[in-house]
């Protein structure tokens, strides 16, 4: 699932991401733009997501997947695997870490790294 | 002796974004069927090509406005003033997410976000603090915001009104294009309909109540940006300027008037001359839309008045010093292409918003192709280039053709209200990005000549967390100091206008002026319209 949380508009890197993950095969949600976290993980739930992709450019990235990991935890659903996208510095690529971030793919990250990236997380396995 | 051919070259294909392929060589055959009258002209003449007006920049240079506000109206304004000490001409208002999607700094789904890509405006209060000592009679302000724009336009004559600068007088421009938030940029609220009838109400009060104001900046700008090509860019937008028209027609104004301050917000990334082309055609063809399907006859109507600046899109992440030639380029563009306005993506804007820094620097790119470049001392210099001319001709063509394929799709209102033109943008960002990827199209530093590991030195706008408790201070206060009754009684009314269909202007005004807050307008009208449930469609 490719996720666009918070008040962020721009969405030309999501929607990007979800024709390259569905050109490798992939069962892609896509959530449309100014979702809550809420929203996200409630969405995810009931979708039976295996990753969820946020995409971030107003650089509110840190508040949001703080957020969005606390309600995962609070769902039971640490196994779902985080990926974040968008303009994230790399100073902040250590806080998102710990924050259980699986991967970081910033702008101008290849399709076929992400793609393997998901691929080697997930085993072939979908969504 | 018989003398041998030359074995022929093998010369690479050049083919533009807009599908345009390129000769190696122009000459006198490629422009044969272009008549310099009828469809060139001399400056300031119809159709405006060559510019809009007899002189362009000799008689006065071009506006420059860079885009800026962050935090509160007090660090903004500070900013203001120092941007304007520093020679820039105009300013142009970033608003944080909160403010432009009608949320008080309060709310929760601000949260993280108050003050972070723009200034968080709350109510009246705050839109003071930011104009504080700005002289607004004098310097042309624009206030770039959509879903929000007829409250902040209210704010904004409010003051006017309040510090004795008649609105008859009132200069500026509001971005107010909600169309295009649909297909990019993101910052819609309302379904499209109640979307339209705000820009619509904006319109006519200005026509009739602040006439020398521009009330909407349509823009192809965030078209572009999302993946469109650049015929799309002014194809959509065109077609998108023409929906307000026909609203605003139904009000009864006359459009020899009301079109004249209607404006442009075109991009700048990619091809040189394929961007100098495209505004010359796009001047072109507004005036004949205007003078044919309108039957405008005012010259001021005709004429396409723009701000062209760099776009971010064509900015990279990669090499960010880079970026300081590629705005210098675009800046360049611009000034040959005949703007009104210019503003540049600072070379830090892959990353961050801009620093004073990096802000001050792109103002000194305008600068010195202004001042000691020779940029303003005659207009249109590439007009009558085999090349320039041809690619125009063929611009303006292809934009038509762009324009019919909107009809055919049922109009641009319904084409973006089902998600095709977002469909058709968003295709094509992935193609694009694959061409990246795969070295089809060449970025400098990204795909070629990359440094593995370069010190990506960029010196980072810090976000301040302190700032939104001091906000949401201010706000609290605001909500204590007013008559509450007073604002319950705006809001009651405003509620109630809004399901008929009068012009909203005047109750926005009156409780902008009763310091109800950004978020209070928003939710009447959220209540009233609903929200606008986004269409995905890969």
């Known amino acids: 699932m490719i996720a666009k949380p918070g008040l962020d508009g721009h969405d030309r890197g999501a929607k990007v991401i979800v024709h390259a993950l569905i050109e490798a095969g992939f069962e892609v949600i896509y959530t449309g733009l100014h979702q809550t976290v809420d929203n996200i993980v409630e969405a995810a739930l009931q979708e039976d997501v295996t990753v969820i992709g946020l995409s971030i450019l107003s650089g509110a990235h840190l508040p949001l997947t703080k957020g969005l990991m606390e309600k ?34 910033p702008t101008g990250s290849n399709f076929e790294d992400i793609v393997d990236f998901i691929n080697s997380k997930v085993g072939g396995k979908v969504a | 002796m018989v003398k041998l051919p030359r074995p022929p070259i093998k010369l690479k294909d050049v083919v533009l974004e807009s599908g345009i392929e390129v000769k190696p060589v122009y000459g006198p055959e490629d422009v044969m069927d272009r008549n310099y009258e009828r469809d ?48 820039q001409t105009g300013l142009n208002v970033a608003f944080d997410l909160p403010t432009q999607l009608g949320l008080d700094s309060d709310d929760p789904r601000a ?8 200034m968080a ?21 624009s206030l770039t915001i959509n879903s929000m724009a007829s409250v902040m336009m209210a704010m904004y004559f409010v003051i006017a009104e309040k510090r004795g600068v008649p609105l008859g007088d009132l200069r500026g421009t509001a971005q107010n294009d909600i169309l295009k938030e649909f297909v990019g940029r993101g910052t819609w609220i309302y379904p499209v309909g109640p979307s339209i009838r705000l820009v619509t109400d904006t319109i006519e009060f200005c026509a009739r109540n602040v006439p020398m104001y521009y009330p909407v900046s349509v823009c192809g700008y965030h078209i572009r940006e999302s993946g469109a090509n650049p015929v799309q860019e002014i194809g959509y937008a065109y077609a998108i300027a023409k929906a307000y028209i026909d609203d605003v027609l139904k009000r009864g104004l006359d459009p020899d008037k009301f079109i ?28 004949r839309i205007v003078r044919d399907d309108y039957g405008c006859e005012n010259p001021r109507a005709q004429k396409m008045k723009m701000i062209a600046g760099g776009g971010g899109g064509g900015l990279t992440i990669e090499q960010p010093e880079n ?8 800046a360049l563009i611009s000034a040959l292409s005949g703007t009104q306005t210019m503003a540049l993506c600072s070379y830090d804007e892959a990353y961050t918003i801009p620093t004073k820094k990096a802000a001050l620097l792109s103002l000194r790119t305008m600068q010195i192709l202004v001042e000691e470049m020779g940029l303003a001392d005659t207009v249109d210099p590439l007009a009558g280039s085999y090349y320039v001319e041809s690619l125009t001709g063929e611009f303006e063509r292809r934009i038509i053709t762009c324009m019919k394929d909107v009809d055919d799709m049922g ?53 301040d967390r302190e700032k939104t408790d001091e906000q949401i201070g201010r706000l609290r206060e605001v909500r204590a100091e007013r008559d509450n009754a007073m604002v319950k009684e705006k809001l009651d009314i405003l509620r109630k206008k809004a399901s008929g269909d009068e012009n909203l202007m005047p109750y926005i005004i009156e409780a902008v002026k009763a310091y109800a807050t950004v978020g209070e307008i928003a939710d009447v009208f959220r209540e009233v319209f609903g929200e606008f449930r986004e269409p995905v469609r890969f």
């Open chain 1, 72 to 105: 995962l935890e609070a769902n039971k659903m640490e196994d779902v695997i985080v990926l974040v996208g968008g303009n994230i510095p790399k100073r902040d690529f250590d806080d998102l870490h710990n924050l259980g971030v699986a991967g970081i793919f």
């Open chain 2, 40 to 87: 060139v002209g001399n400056p300031g003449e119809f159709p405006f090509t060559r510019g809009i007006h007899q002189y362009m920049y000799r008689a006065r240079p071009f506006t420059m406005r860079q885009y800026s506000g962050f935090a509160t109206a007090s660090d903004t304004n500070k900013r203001f003033k120092y941007l304007i000490s520093q020679g």
């Open chain 2, 111 to 118: 949260f993280g976000e108050v003050g972070r890509v723009g």
């Open chain 2, 121 to 141: 405006i709350d109510s009246l209060k705050d839109m003071e603090e930011a104009f504080r000592d700005i002289p607004i009679d004098r310097i042309s302000v």
């Open chain 2, 260 to 287: 004249a301050r209607l404006s442009f917000n075109f991009d700048i990334h990619g091809n040189f001359f394929e961007q100098i082309a495209k505004f010359r055609a796009a001047r072109g063809l507004w005036a």
């Open chain 2, 323 to 330: 970026n300081i030639v590629r705005g210098a380029y675009y």
């Open chain 2, 411 to 463: 109009g641009i209102v319904k084409a973006i209200s089902e998600g095709y033109i977002q469909r058709e943008v968003s295709r094509q960002a992935y193609e694009t990005e694959r061409k990246i990827q795969s070295g089809e199209i060449i970025k400098v530093g990204v795909n070629k000549y990359r440094v593995e590991e370069e010190d990506r030195a960029v010196e980072y706008h810090d976000y």
